[in-house]
């Protein structure tokens, strides 16, 4: 996948000066997934953990909504009809897309507007940092379709950001979470007029575009890594991935600035 010109099928595709805009854009259904847009997108993410070049990556919806989720005619029928090894088949495949999100070493900012629930709240979910505005409204509402709210890794990472029993309100009344509740709660880092939105989401890709890059993407590795850690293994882990980090040309590039009394120019090694 080369993003200069990587044109996908089922979303649309920007990239400029390192930052890569994923656009969810069935504005007329309020942006639902579908089987192929799923896997479309799992692939794309899967593919930046070797495209360096691509340093963060927005992710939003055309049209005043973010995702409805599922679609209700290309998925959640099909579903009702299929055996247990197709939809195993399909719930790993959903899972493998938050995985492919929280594995790629580029920081991911969602920004939503509108409508953010079902999927579409999994993939704010899954993202590192999350842009809304007044107007959007978030709901993990598995359990109003007869599902568990155990969705996409939502009992494991949902609780990490907002706290067990807000998380257990949402999962299990699937209810929806205004943007002055998440903003409070801590799901949403900004919550800005919609004219804002945009601009927000840009201005935070590109100061992380800005930033050294290899050093970022240590980051967002140790941040996946020590969920299952005790303290003093994450100090080691941590330790080791610091020292990694301190032998970059971007760590010599921020001292050699300092001595200067300059801004660092990070260049990502």
């Given at each position: 996948m080369n993003p200069e010109t990587f044109a996908p099928e089922h979303?649309?595709?920007?990239?400029?000066?390192?930052?890569?805009?994923?656009?969810?854009?069935?504005?007329?259904?309020?942006?639902?997934?579908?089987?192929?847009?799923?896997?479309?997108?799992?692939?794309?993410?899967?593919?930046?953990?070797?495209?360096?070049?691509?340093?963060?990556?927005?992710?939003?919806?055309?049209?005043?909504?973010?995702?409805?989720?599922?679609?209700?005619?290309?998925?959640?029928?099909?579903?009702?009809?299929?055996?247990?090894?197709?939809?195993?088949?399909?719930?790993?495949?959903t899972g493998d897309l938050v995985k492919a999100i929280r594995d790629c070493p580029q920081p991911v900012i969602t920004a939503a507007d509108g409508v953010c629930v079902g999927a579409g709240a999994i993939l704010a979910m899954a993202s590192d940092l999350r842009v809304a505005t007044p107007e959007t409204k978030t709901a993990f509402l598995f359990n109003r379709v007869g599902l568990a709210g155990c969705d996409m890794g939502a009992c494991a990472i949902l609780p990490r950001i907002i706290g067990q029993g807000r998380a257990s309100e949402l999962l299990f009344l699937g209810r929806s979470m205004s943007a002055e509740e998440g903003e409070a709660w801590?799901?949403?880092?900004?919550?800005?007029?919609?004219?804002?939105?945009?601009?927000?989401?840009n201005d935070l890709a590109a100061r992380i575009a800005a930033g050294p890059n290899f050093a970022n993407a240590m980051t967002k590795n140790q941040l996946n890594a020590e969920w299952d850690m005790g303290i003093h293994q994450a100090i080691e882990a941590e330790a080791q991935a610091q020292a990694i980090c301190m032998q970059t040309e971007d760590f010599r590039r921020a001292y050699r600035a300092f001595v200067k009394k300059e801004k660092p120019v990070f260049e990502g090694n």
């Open positions: 979303f649309r595709w920007d990239f400029d000066e390192g930052v890569a805009t994923v656009t969810l854009n069935r504005p007329e259904r309020k942006n639902p997934l579908t089987f192929d847009s799923y896997g479309e997108l799992r692939d794309t993410f899967r593919a930046l953990v070797y495209r360096p070049e691509v340093k963060a990556v927005i992710l939003t919806g055309e049209g005043g909504n973010f995702c409805s989720g599922g679609d209700v005619h290309e998925i959640i029928g099909p579903l009702t009809e299929m055996d247990m090894p197709g939809l195993l088949a399909f719930t790993r495949m801590g799901f949403w880092n900004r919550v800005v007029p919609q004219g804002e939105l945009m601009a927000t989401a």
